[in-house]
T-cell receptor
Framework: DGGITQSPKYLFRKEGQNVTLSCEQN?????MYWYRQDPGQGLRLIYY???????QKGDIAEGYSVSREKKESFPLTVTSAQKNPTAFYLC??????????????FGPGTRLTVT | AQTVTQSQPEMSVQEAETVTLSCTYD???????LFWYKQPPSRQMILVIR??????QNATENRFSVNFQKAAKSFSLKISDSQLGDTAMYFC????????????FGKGTHLIIQP
């Protein structure tokens, strides 16, 4: 089945540790995105990538880093510099044709808890 | 920058009734897309419906339809013959044509369908 996978579903870390969230897609989509969701909030864009080896900061990139070495994979690292890392993290992907992007499809999300 | 506002934090209707969720947005862009996403308790984000700003005709998908008023920057979602499975958070989202900035989301409306 084609889709987006995120692992693990739940992740627990101690404060001060870096943690990497996985996102893999087999939809052959060019563009990939990371969003953060907090209670009572909509989703906010952390980072996005339109092609391999290229990515841009979104609205709340501070304390996060990404890589895009393969088309299928877009891992997100939550560093110790992120002040409030506990949140629900969603990965998405979309077709990108020249300068046009289309609707985004989302993975199941990872709930990160930092204590 | 774009903003998306959903003024109804929570709504509750009886099964089989029709319900309308409101969304307004602010942008200086002329070419863009608008979306409604559904997030059930599983937290999986599901695309409900999409509207291209250059199309005057309102989008419909089975029981779901939109009322797109470009001049008023309004994009409401109507759900007809509501079902228990429609209970979820509903998010309105904006994307510039080209999608380089990803999606901008409203804070969501929690819709509860009562039996």
């Amino acid at each position: 089945d084609g889709g987006i996978t995120q692992s693990p579903k739940y992740l627990f870390r101690k404060e001060g540790q870096n943690v990497t969230l996985s996102c893999e897609q087999n939809l052959n989509h060019d563009a990939m995105y990371w969003y953060r969701q907090d209670p009572g909030q909509g989703l906010r864009l952390i980072y996005y990538s339109q092609i391999v080896n290229d990515f841009q900061k979104g609205d709340i990139a501070e304390g996060y880093s990404v890589s895009r070495e393969k088309k299928e994979s877009f891992p997100l690292t939550v560093t110790s510099a992120q002040k409030n890392p506990t949140a629900f993290y969603l990965c998405a992907s979309s077709i990108q044709i020249t300068t046009l992007s289309y609707e985004q499809y989302f993975g199941p999300g990872t709930r990160l808890t930092v204590t | 920058a774009q903003t998306v506002t959903q003024s109804q934090p929570e709504m509750s209707v009886q099964e089989a009734e029709t319900v309308t969720l409101s969304c307004t947005y602010d942008t200086s862009e002329n070419n863009y897309y608008l979306f409604w996403y559904k997030q059930p308790p599983s937290r999986q984000m599901i695309l409900v419906i999409r509207q291209e700003a250059y199309k005057q005709q309102n989008a419909t998908e089975n029981r779901f339809s939109v009322n797109f008023q470009k001049a008023a920057k309004s994009f409401s979602l109507k759900i007809s013959d509501s079902q228990l499975g429609d209970t979820a958070m509903y998010f309105c989202a904006f994307m510039k044509r080209g999608g380089a900035d990803g999606l901008t989301f409203g804070k969501g409306t929690h819709l509860i369908i009562q039996p």
